[in-house]
């Protein structure tokens, strides 16, 4: 499985960005999705995470602002960044977890940076 991320890039802070992810492969069944994210020298912290049910879960420090979506038909995962902070600065990282097996994949990463 292969995950693809797009999206990232610049922007002031205020604003608002939106990554997406696909994943690609061998045929598997996707249990859930997320948005994970690292800044130099800290480790990599969840920042969304849908199920494929519909489930929903966000870091404290995002609530409000990101929104995680799913489309299970194209195994595609968004999230919409709004009200961008400088703190949110960070490669943002999708992430995979399949059915029934619970194994995980990564992305490459995309580079996200909120200028104040």
């Known amino acids: 499985v292969q995950l693809q991320a797009s999206g990232g890039g610049l922007v002031q802070a205020g604003g608002s960005l939106r990554l997406s992810c696909a994943a690609s492969?061998?045929?598997?069944?996707?249990?859930?999705m997320a948005w994970y994210r690292q800044t130099p020298g800290k480790q990599r912290e969840l920042v969304a995470r849908?199920?494929?049910?519909?489930?929903?879960n966000y870091r404290d420090s995002v609530k409000g602002r990101f929104t995680i979506s799913m489309d299970i038909a194209k195994n595609t995962v968004y999230l919409q960044m709004n009200s961008l902070k400088p703190e949110d600065t960070a490669v943002y990282y999708c992430?995979?977890?399949?059915?029934?097996?619970?194994?995980?994949?990564w992305g490459k990463g995309t580079q996200v940076t909120v200028s104040s």
């Open positions: 992430n995979l977890v399949t059915y029934p097996h619970g194994i995980d994949y």
């Open positions: 492969g061998s045929t598997f069944s996707v249990n859930a």
């Open positions: 849908i199920t494929s049910g519909g489930s929903r």
